[in-house]
């Protein structure tokens, strides 16, 4: 099964994508995380990145392609894919496309979640990352804003630069009016099975909704 999860950021794509990937049994490849790791590890990529996603824009499609060409290509004779952050303008949507192509991907399904900006404004400046047990938490959490609600470690959460409000905010900004019309874009086409979820509910509710959805179309 071929999956792109789309939505814009905060809508909880990633937590959604690790769970459908122990579920159905199909890798996630998160563009995000491959670029905050190539970030830590100060890799050539990293170095080539690390200052466009402190501000919260868009990775040049060119690079973004050799980086999803290189995973897809990796992954060709594995049971599909969870495909979380990619494409994200319709460059790469036209990318996307003749990689599909090239790999006889013809089945691809697009689930996206909808949550409102205003919620999604919410959670993002909350969250935090335990430096301790890389747990994400929402600082309302602590006790004292300063200690992981999950392992209890003192002075151990940190915000993520992109989850500053600025950064947030333009990164919503650039969602709506460069990500979100691809949407249009996929619709006009009728290329993709497309399957639209409320993110707005509990966890399990939201998994629910997709995995029940998921059976009617991607079957
Ligand atoms: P995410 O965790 O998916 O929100 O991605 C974090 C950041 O990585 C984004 O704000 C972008 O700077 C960059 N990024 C991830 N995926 C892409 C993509 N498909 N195209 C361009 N930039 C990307």
Do not use: W
Not at 192 to 215: A, C, F, P, R, S
């Amino acid at each position: 099964m071929e999956i792109v999860i789309f939505g814009a950021p905060g809508v909880g794509k990633g937590t959604q994508a690790k769970i459908l990937s122990e579920k159905l049994d199909i890798p996630h490849i998160s563009t995000g995380d491959i670029l905050r790791e190539a970030v830590s590890s100060k890799s050539e990529l990293g170095l080539q990145v690390q200052e466009i996603m402190a501000k919260g824009e868009l990775v040049p499609n060119d690079l973004m392609g050799k980086v999803i060409k290189e995973r897809l290509y990796k992954l060709k004779d594995q049971n599909g894919f969870i495909l979380d952050g990619y494409p994200r303008t319709i460059d790469q949507v036209y990318i996307f496309n003749q990689i599909c192509k090239e790999l006889n991907y013809d089945n691809v399904c697009l689930l996206e979640i909808q949550v409102p900006f205003e919620v999604i404004i919410e959670r993002l400046t909350k969250r935090r990352l335990c430096a301790e047990c890389n747990s994400i938490v929402n600082v309302d959490d602590s006790k004292d804003r300063t200690t992981c609600p999950k392992c209890g470690t003192k002075n151990s959460l940190i915000q993520r630069d992109d989850d500053s409000f600025d950064v947030v905010s333009n990164r919503l900004k650039i969602y709506k009016e460069i990500t979100s019309p691809i949407l249009d874009f996929y619709r006009e086409n009728n290329c993709l099975k497309m399957i639209t979820i409320n993110g707005q509910q509990d966890l399990n509710k939201v998994n629910h909704d997709i995995m029940n959805e998921l059976v009617k179309v991607c079957v």
